[in-house]
T-cell receptor, first 116, second 114 residues
């Protein structure tokens, strides 16, 4: 079974600074997908970024980027120029793929607080 | 385009009561799933469906039933609610296309069982 571990229950960062959230996972699969989801106080689940395991290039989305280390099974999220609106719970998630029903396995989450 | 709609948003039940959490999507997605969110545990898969008439269990299925009679709807039934089922429930849907595994989530149902 796949597992996802987020070792940082809470983090804080000053506005405009950079922060990195950690995520490790365990799987015997070679092809899979990794995601970071943001959950603000509104409770809505918002996709931040996704990475396909067969792609060596790290995914980027504006201020958000990942450091994907397949051999180490590590998938960290870097947020640059942090903004107050980035304050939220962040979940790392793993998916084996569509042939398995697009099922997600989530980590426990990291609460990020951006301070002004 | 409404996306994934969950009702109700909040619900309080007494132990032993039954209820159905509704989930509907208007994107013609084949895949639908139910997750529960508990503090310190992230989201865990309860049941999922890969198409009308096809359902299967996830990680934490006990105490829940599902059915998928149409592509649009995927209700979650609690037959006899227990305090351990106090949680936030999310429904999600996704396409089966070759290049898109993105899940669309509903806004969640906060359930309290007293």
């Amino acid at each position: 079974a796949q597992t996802v571990t987020q070792s940082q229950p809470e983090m804080s960062v000053q506005e405009a600074e950079t922060v990195t959230l950690s995520c490790t996972y365990d799987t015997s699969e070679n092809n899979y997908y990794l995601f970071w989801y943001k959950q603000p106080p509104s409770r809505q689940m918002i996709l931040v970024i996704r990475q396909e395991a067969y792609k060596q290039q790290n995914a980027t989305e504006n201020r958000f980027s990942v450091n994907f280390q397949k051999a180490a099974k590590s998938f960290s999220l870097k947020i640059s120029d942090s903004q107050l609106g980035d304050t939220a719970m962040y979940f790392c998630a793993f998916m084996r793929g569509r042939e398995y029903g697009n099922k997600l396995v989530f980590g426990a989450g990291t609460i990020l607080r951006v301070k002004s | 385009n409404a996306g994934v709609t969950q009702t109700p948003k909040f619900q309080v039940l007494k132990t032993g009561q039954s209820m159905t959490l509704q989930c509907a999507q208007d994107m013609n997605h084949e895949y639908m799933s139910w997750y529960r969110q508990d503090p310190g545990m992230g989201l865990r898969l309860i049941h999922y469906s890969v198409g009308a008439g096809i359902t299967d269990q996830g990680e934490v299925p006990n105490g829940y039933n599902v059915s998928r009679s149409t592509t649009e709807d995927f209700p979650l039934r609690l037959l006899s609610a227990a305090p351990s089922q106090t949680s936030v429930y999310f429904c999600a849907s996704s396409e089966t296309g070759a290049t898109n595994e993105k899940l669309f989530f509903g806004s969640g149902t906060q359930l309290s069982v007293l």
